[in-house]
């Protein structure tokens, strides 16, 4: 595609943004589009995520941009893929408010992708850890099902393999009580272990012995609960409302 102009991009952003997508290659690049002094001007920023498959914008850089000028876009790549936005591109762009530009490398080719009110159905959604992952689900369940809105927590890759505990350290702060014991009730969250030496997995308990949860390279679904499911958790906790 050849660059254009749009009121968030100018061809000298889209060409500095496909050079910096170049240069980062094979890993993800992220950046900003600024406007300063009434032009529009691409600010390289460093991606902070551990894999190559996605991005963490550094909050520095973006604090950086924010004091230069007017941030109108958010960047990044797609290395070896099309610029076609995924479902978690999509959900970032609705929770930034920008437009963002979608660069695939080393082609060159981009996309843009605009905010219009998408949100993730609850089944079959794509796994992306941080974005669309088991707490995110659970997250949008309490909000779409019941009107709760959870805080949401930074979960940096693998945090369970680097000694944090998120899960039972967050429960609490998240308006949930411990009920590890008591007859399951729907809307319970089940904290599960995997792997890990900490619970490092949950979901949301739907009754009639029904789990809805988001494994890691999967989809979302409903499974059943009792055998494996049941045998791996470590605690139940309810939301203190539906006490």
């Not at 600024?34 to 995520?49: I, Q, S």
């Not at 076609?84 to 060159?108: F, K, Q, T």
């Not at 089944?123 to 805080?151: A, N, Q």
Request: aromatic share 10%.
């Amino acid at each position: 595609m050849s660059p254009v102009v749009t009121p968030e991009f100018s061809s000298a952003a889209v060409a500095s943004a496909v050079a910096h997508a170049r240069a980062d290659f094979p890993r993800e690049s992220c950046g900003l589009v600024v406007r300063v002094a009434g032009e529009l001007v691409y600010r390289p920023c460093r991606n902070l995520a551990a894999g190559q498959a996605h991005f963490h914008l550094a909050p520095e850089d973006f604090a950086s941009a924010e004091s230069a000028g007017e941030v109108v876009a958010v960047v990044h790549s797609h290395p070896n893929a099309s610029p076609e936005p995924s479902e978690a591109d999509r959900v970032m762009c609705e929770r930034w408010g920008l437009p963002w530009l979608i660069i695939n490398v080393p082609v060159g080719h981009w996309q843009v992708l605009y905010p219009s009110g998408y949100r993730a159905p609850l089944l079959g959604r794509e796994f992306s850890h941080g974005v669309l992952d088991c707490f995110s689900l659970i997250r949008d369940y309490y909000r779409e099902t019941l009107g709760l809105e959870l805080p949401d927590f930074e979960r940096p890759d693998d945090w369970w393999a680097k000694g944090g505990n998120l899960y039972l350290e967050g429960y609490e702060k998240a308006g949930f009580v411990d009920v590890t014991g008591s007859p399951l009730r729907e809307h319970d969250v089940l904290l599960m272990q995997l792997r890990a030496k900490v619970p490092n997995h949950a979901g949301v308990y739907l009754g009639a012995d029904v789990v809805l949860h988001h494994l890691q390279a999967s989809l979302s679904k409903r499974e059943t609960y009792s055998g494996f499911w049941a045998r791996v958790t470590r605690k139940v906790v309810r939301h203190r409302t539906l006490c």
